[in-house]
């Protein structure tokens, strides 16, 4: 919760999506390193590395929690355009906010169902494999194809937030420019 609020500004200055793909990102190292240090969990400072990696593993997810919030009025905006494109502006406007009001309520209630499917997850897994290794590849490739369906529907050059991120960024290195 603290990266999430700390960290939104990120999202406003380089766009939600670029910060949700490297969020993904770190979210993979994270999970990375807890497998990894659960494997030589009896060298000396595993405990400290394993540690770090799931403090990785919180911040990203709060980092991604802000930004994916941020992507979704740029969504709504951008689809209000191509959805109804003889409407005025004022009315996409409208329609957008009430799209990504309902929108983020969905998103939040997902989010939520997270506290129970994580600790669920490890539950399994020990249940099943004797640890929690099971649990983690799952979350990981689970971040692996959230990064791909980020990256393939948000960021690359034909995706939806392309155009608008780039915008931004324009706009924060030449600040005259934006005037």
């Not at 190292?29 to 593993?57: M, R």
């Not at 004022?90 to 969905?106: D, H, L, M, N």
């Amino acid at each position: 919760a603290l990266s999430r609020s700390g960290t939104g500004w990120l999202a406003d200055k380089y766009g939600g999506g670029r910060v949700t793909l490297w969020a993904f990102v770190l979210m993979m190292a994270g999970v990375s390193g807890v497998l990894w240090f659960i494997g030589v969990k009896d060298q000396a400072g595993a405990f400290w590395g394993f540690f770090a990696s799931f403090l990785l593993l919180f911040f990203a997810t709060g980092v991604g929690n802000a930004s994916t919030f941020q992507m979704i009025p740029a969504i709504m905006t951008k689809e209000m355009a191509r959805l109804m494109p003889l409407a005025d502006a004022e009315v996409r406007r409208r329609q957008a906010e009430k799209e990504s009001a309902a929108i983020t309520g969905f998103t939040s209630a997902i989010a939520a169902f997270g506290a129970f499917f994580i600790p669920k997850g490890y539950g399994t897994s020990i249940a099943l494999t004797g640890g929690p290794e099971a649990a983690l590849w799952g979350f990981l490739i689970f971040y692996v194809s959230c990064l791909a369906i980020t990256w393939a529907v948000y960021t690359r050059k034909s995706g939806l937030l392309h155009d608008i991120e780039r915008a931004k960024r324009g706009a924060s290195i030449h600040p005259a420019a934006a005037e």
